[in-house]
């Protein structure tokens, strides 16, 4: 196996599990999300495209009683796959108001999309009629572009093909070039950037190889400058499809990687706020449960989970100040070796300590006041306390209570 069949391979795992990672979404997300389904069409069928030129398959396939079938199959669902990403750059316009004004892009994006629908049955069509007409199938080919060269079935055949596919790279490269100097949020701006890098090779390689395969036609190459030409447009369409399907992931990646930092998020969070609200039982809306039942209510997102904890946090702790001295604040700062969340996480140790001790409710004691700049901030800031809080001692912070007391 050669390294380029090796990269057909991991391209094509790539792209198969991209489609398996979006298929829930797009089959049963919302009725009306039509940008999901489009995306996904669009994986699957260059995923399906990608499986047939891989060495296996294709070999196969092209020796089958169908001559070649692989290069068929390839053109049919690749043609599909091109028919779903226009649909997908119509999606992503949403809707506009039957009476309002459409941007010039959108208008044009639909128009290709309508139009596309309609080439695209009669490109199957005509390359169906082709295949089993003109193209010499007299003996299986491995590499159908260079074992097919200078002759003028194949080179018809393809020129169809690639007429289609260079037209709907073009219009994504525009399309999504617009897109990306539009976007706003960076993850957004390098998905686009990707996706359009990935569409302007696209051009390249078709206009490459139907000019090789015309220029074939006239002067016939030398097998070994066929083969290499071969190989050399094949590496580019996978750099085309690992740059697509990456970018066209980059947002949802993102997404993604922000619901997991939410769930570490709630995984260190809790210990201490279900210590803290076992102290408070009628603060929080439901009683405190474990972390797997926490993480498993999925009635409420993560990130207003993790707002709600944070607030309940600073709830207790507000109300833990009318159970210590004004001293616990100093003790606790010497315990930990100065301020910060350590010392927070000893305040609050002791904090609960004295109040579990039966101390009486008094004054609200002396505490370092924290201004977070936003709700991320302080978020961020009761995760390293709440670390800190695993670390401390309980019998050290009943101490500090007990050093304050014989200094009273």
Known sequence: MTALDLAGYLIAGLMTAVALWRMPAALWGAEEDRRRRALWGCYAGFAAAL???TEAVRSALNNSPVVDLAVL??????????????????????????????????RFARTVQHVAAKASVATLIVLTVLFFTVVDRSVPSDRFVSDHAGQWGATLYMSVFYLYLGAASAVCAYQWALATGDARSRHLRVGLGMMTAAMFIGVGYTVSRTLFLWVSVVHQPGHAFAQGFDKATELAQ???????????SVPAFVKGWRRVRLWRAQA???????ELMTAFPDQPFEPPASLPRELTRFGTPADLRVDRWAADIADAVEKLRHYVPDGLVGAAADAAGGSGPL???????????????????GRAAAVEQRHATDQDGEVAWLVRVASAYRRTDAGRARGLLASLERTV
Request: a positive charge.
């Open 343 to 361: 010392a927070d996480a000893y305040w609050i140790r002791a904090a609960l300590a004295a109040k579990a001790g039966g101390a009486p409710a």
């Open 268 to 274: 260190r969070l809790h210990p201490l706020w279900r």
């Open 238 to 248: 996978i750099v085309l499809f690992a740059l697509f399907a990456v970018g066209a």
């Open 73 to 106: 199959i390839k053109h049919y669902t690749s043609t599909l796959a091109i028919l779903a990403i226009l649909g997908y750059i119509v999606a992503i316009y949403g809707h506009y108001p039957d009476e309002g004004t459409v941007p010039r892009h959108v």
């Open 51 to 53: 499986w047939t030129k």
